[in-house]
Nanobody
Framework: QVQLVESGGGLVQAGGSLTLSCAAS????????MGWFRQAPGKEREFVAS????????YYADSVKGRFTISRDNAKNTVYLQMNSLKPEDTAVYYC????????????????WGKGTLVTVSS
């Protein structure tokens, strides 16, 4: 069993930056591909970014490509999402997830979800 705990959300003005963190429990963090997803009010949850186990390869949704960066530190059991040039449409609850394989559209073999952290971008 792996527990995922997100942090770093908050209120930021458009054009600003935030860095989200997701800390994982357990000693098998490096065995999982990791991803970030988000859910805006009244909308379905959508893929944001994913990263393979080693961290060498990353994937992004078109809506965040060039603005967001996903990374991981396997020694610290943590995955990050650096968000720059934030827009009001980035407002959402951001969820961290662990799976078996990172893909261009998310994670295959979804296994664990965090409870989310709220990001609000004001115009």
């Amino acid at each position: 069993q792996v527990q995922l705990v997100e942090s770093g959300g908050g209120l930021v003005q458009a054009g600003g930056s935030l860095t989200l963190s997701c800390a994982a429990s357990g000693r098998t963090f490096s065995s999982y591909a990791m991803g970030w997803f988000r859910q805006a009010p009244g909308k379905e949850r959508e893929f944001v970014a994913s990263i393979i186990r080693s961290g060498i390869i990353t994937y992004y949704a078109d809506s965040v490509k060039g603005r967001f960066t996903i990374s991981r530190d396997n020694a610290k059991n943590t995955v990050y999402l650096q968000m720059n040039s934030l827009k009001p449409e980035d407002t959402a609850v951001y969820y961290c997830a662990a799976g078996t394989l990172a893909t261009m559209t998310g994670l295959d073999g979804m296994l664990y979800w965090g409870k989310g952290t709220l990001v609000t971008v004001s115009s």
